[in-house]
């Protein structure tokens, strides 16, 4: 049916219309993007009245390109949809399925902006830049999280030929140094080929207040919005993309990318959608019997062969009975908020999915829907966590403490994850989860394909082995477009990736597949896939358990094992002992690939990494000034108070009448600071000098002074750590106009960072406050008085001895 369309392939082009006319339209050739301007064919002589004016023809994908829609969602799990034996019911992905193919051996990287950098660029996540998360990027070509210029992406090949491209949702593959409003914008979607974004930048987001941009500016749908969600939001922005799309330009096809934030934590459902969940009782039987249930129904549909054997549970994680009232109650409302995000994600998933039928373009879009960038998250540490922030400063919220939140799980007054126990049995049947690129719970996905009248064997089920840096040449393949020779002029490198077209066959449903070799690597985990045989490491840190404890030797610290996946899919039966040779044979296998995709030096450092000096806005400054009001700046280009002594002065100009409002933030309710004048209440005690540090939504501690009277005022917040080292305590004074008016002491300080999807705001505060009972306030909590001067001064980290 498709032929390859390999990285030299020249198109013939296509002119329709009368050549220079104002309607003539052509493809390109497509080795060159963009395509060289086409020479002047009318006549130009002294007068326009004796001259031939000619239009160069307007650029247009070939004949028959289809829309494609490209779903993926967010640390899903492969055994958690219904689509693929889970219990949640996945109507959207079961109707996609239905209506084309389900694939059961497609792979990811094991975690997310690695996974996001592969689909959009059809290379392995090493050879763009994106060996680990952009939060952790460190200074080496396949971890430093930019994307190469000569490894373009899909939508900016799309784009040059004539598609409409737009982005909706995560964006994960912006460097966080460059993340913010002072650019450069040439690693934001609108840099990377993609007309129109609206989504959030980073790893997560709150879905009731997200850190959201419609292209590069900020915006705050949500102030003043009670029950707005994103989940909802996105499906609306995508729907209206399109409808416009095809109002204005009814033969340009488009290219979506739809990829929501959810299952990752945040997990945000409306409530609806959890009393709809809760009502079903998915979850109360406990992990260990969910997970047999999902397994007998992987056998049943056929998503798993008869030969295939249930993984055993871990040791590290408890087994379910062995939990208390407590924990079990705790747990299963966890679950179910889960479930809740995964169904609601789904719904309006379906909504766009509907929305092209109606636009009457359902036969003519190709729409993959892909379960997951990695596997199920086990980030929520053992007992889960109503702020998944305490899991990335290595914080473990005991489970009594955690039902304070139990009645608002999955409101704005949480930033929920569930415990590990779930992330293993969402990865059903097989083992490890999320982070770890070395068994196939940390990277298997599920994939549904449908495109009416090209995939003609509905219902069926595809076993070939594949991978997401497979998605770009499957698109190009189908839309006939070629893999470009040069982009802007640079030469551009082969994608990596290999079609799955030759799968839309009925003939070829057991057909050997076409991608025979594949290396994993994520945080020192590694494996080898080669011909139906997996080599892999044997993890040697718990996902679960995220520290900054030093790992040990990323070489000799490892165990291998092997595994005949041709014959075990599910990775069960280790037979290194049986097969040295054949495990040495792999090893040198995955270190040649190692070399070949930029993937040395290998390094097993987890949160150590996130605090690693990087190429910001910030870097080697130790003084910062601002004036007036800021806000929405990311944390990367912010002064960063974290493991230091630091000083903030702020001069400030009161008005007849007293004044309040937030003179400077960063964070919110999950954890952060802020120096503000009080709000007050009935009239009493507005205008007093606040200094308020929210130590993950656990504890805060307040400095209070006085109200400002009318004039000119010195707020200076001065603290210095009692010791060096990562989340130390200190003590804090607040000064002003030179009078100490109050001294407080932190026992603990945030470690590692503060809420990402938060920002940094000078003379406002735009998503969520930083308090919560006392001197709580509403935003955008505008600061009324004049801010002069705000000064941050950083005193160098200290580094504890070893």
């Not at 929920?416 to 996905?445: E, L, Y």
């Not at 009493?684 to 006085?706: A, H, I, M, Q, S």
Request: net charge negative; proline share 8%.
């Amino acid at each position: 049916m498709f032929g390859l369309l390999g990285c030299s392939t020249v198109l013939a082009q296509v002119v329709t219309g009368t050549p220079g006319s104002p309607s003539a339209t052509t493809t390109i050739e497509g080795n060159q993007i963009p395509p060289p301007d086409p020479k002047f064919g009318g006549v130009i002589k002294e007068k326009a009245t004796e001259s031939t004016p000619w239009w160069p023809p307007r650029v247009v994908p070939p004949k028959r390109a289809p829309n494609v829609l490209l779903i993926m969602t967010d640390d899903q799990g492969f055994g958690a949809p219904s689509t693929f034996g889970g219990v949640i019911p996945t109507p959207t992905m079961d109707r996609i399925a239905n209506e084309g193919l389900r694939y059961t051996n497609f792979h990811s990287t094991s975690l997310c902006s690695p996974s996001r950098a592969a689909i959009i660029t059809g290379r392995n996540h090493h050879s763009v830049g994106f060996g680990v998360v952009n939060e952790i990027s460190t200074g080496y070509p396949g971890y430093d999280s930019i994307i190469p210029i000569e490894k373009g992406t899909v939508g900016t090949i799309l784009q040059a030929n004539g598609y409409g491209t737009a982005w909706f949702g995560k964006d994960h593959n912006t460097p966080s140094f460059q993340s913010s409003q002072a650019g450069p914008f040439s690693q934001w979607p609108n840099g990377m080929g993609f007309d129109y974004f609206f989504g959030f930048v980073g790893g997560d987001a709150s879905q009731w207040q997200p850190n959201l941009f419609r292209n590069t500016t900020a915006i705050y749908p949500f102030l003043g919005n009670p029950g707005w969600n994103l989940e909802t939001a996105m499906a609306d922005e995508a729907i209206q993309y399109m409808r416009q799309n095809k109002a204005l330009a009814p033969d340009k096809p488009f290219f979506v990318y739809y990829v929501p934030g959810a299952t990752h934590a945040p997990h945000h459902p409306t409530p609806e959608w959890v009393k709809k969940i809760s009502a079903m009782h998915l979850f109360d039987e406990g992990w260990n019997k969910v997970r047999e249930k999902i397994f007998a129904n992987q056998k049943r549909l056929g998503i798993m062969p008869e030969n295939a054997q249930l993984t055993p549970w871990p040791k590290g994680l408890p087994e379910w009975d062995s939990l208390s009232w407590d924990e079990k109650k705790l747990f299963i409302r966890q679950a179910d908020v889960y479930g809740a995000y995964l169904a609601y994600a789904d719904h309006e998933i379906g909504r766009v999915i509907q929305a092209v039928e109606d636009l009457g373009e359902r036969d003519n879009t190709l729409i993959i829907y892909i379960g997951g960038d990695n596997g199920a998250s086990a980030e929520g540490m053992l007992n889960g966590t109503p702020n998944e922030f305490t899991t990335f400063n290595g914080v473990s919220v005991p489970v009594l403490d955690q039902f304070l939140w139990y009645p608002f799980w999955g409101s704005e007054r949480t930033f929920p994850h569930f415990a590990a126990g779930w992330a293993w049995a969402m990865d059903t049947p097989f083992k490890w989860v999320k982070q770890v690129a070395s068994h196939f719970g940390g990277t298997a996905q599920g994939v549904v394909m449908s495109w009416p009248g090209h995939i003609e064997d509905v219902g069926g089920i595809r076993r070939q082995f594949h991978h997401l840096i497979d998605i770009a040449p499957t698109i190009l393949e189908a839309s006939g477009i070629p893999q470009p020779d040069t982009i802007n002029g640079i030469k551009q490198i082969p994608m990596e990736g290999v079609s799955m077209a030759y799968t839309w066959d009925k003939a070829n449903a057991a057909a050997r597949s076409h991608h025979t070799t594949q290396y994993f690597e994520m945080l020192g985990n590694r494996a080898l896939y080669h011909d139906g045989w997996v080599a892999a490491t044997t993890p040697v840190t718990l996902p679960w358990e995220l520290s900054t404890k030093t790992p040990p030797d990323v070489i000799t610290g490892y165990d291998w094992e092997l595994y005949n996946v041709a014959e075990d899919p599910t990775q069960s039966n280790d037979l290194a002992r049986q097969m040295p040779a054949k495990l040495k044979q792999m090893q040198d296998l995955f270190y040649a690939e190692a070399k070949k995709y930029n993937v040395l030096p290998l390094d097993n450092s987890t949160l150590a990494r996130w605090n690693t000096p990087r190429p910001s806005l910030t870097a080697g400054r130790t003084e910062f000034t601002y004036s007036g009001e800021l806000s929405g700046t990311p944390p990367a280009a912010a002064p960063s108070i974290l493991n230091k002594a630091y000083t903030i002065t702020a001069e400030v100009e009161i008005p007849e009448g007293g004044a309040e409002g937030m003179i400077v933030t960063e964070g919110g309710r999950f954890g952060g600071y802020g120096l503000f004048l009080s709000k007050g209440e009935f009239g009493f005690n507005r205008g007093r000098v606040v200094f308020l540090y929210n130590l993950l939504d656990l504890k805060r501690t307040v400095w209070e002074g006085p109200e400002l009277e009318a004039g000119k005022h010195t707020i200076v917040f001065d603290f210095k750590p009692s010791e060096p080292g990562l989340g130390k305590g200190g003590t804090g004074v607040l000064f002003v106009d030179g009078k100490e008016v109050a001294r407080n002491t932190l026992e603990h300080t945030t470690p590692i960072t503060f809420p990402e999807d938060e920002t940094f705001d000078v003379g406002i505060d735009t998503r969520t406050g930083v308090a919560l009972v006392e001197y709580r306030y509403d935003v955008p909590f505008r600061f009324t008085g004049k801010l002069d001067k705000l000064t941050f001064r950083l005193q160098p980290e200290v580094q504890a001895k070893q």
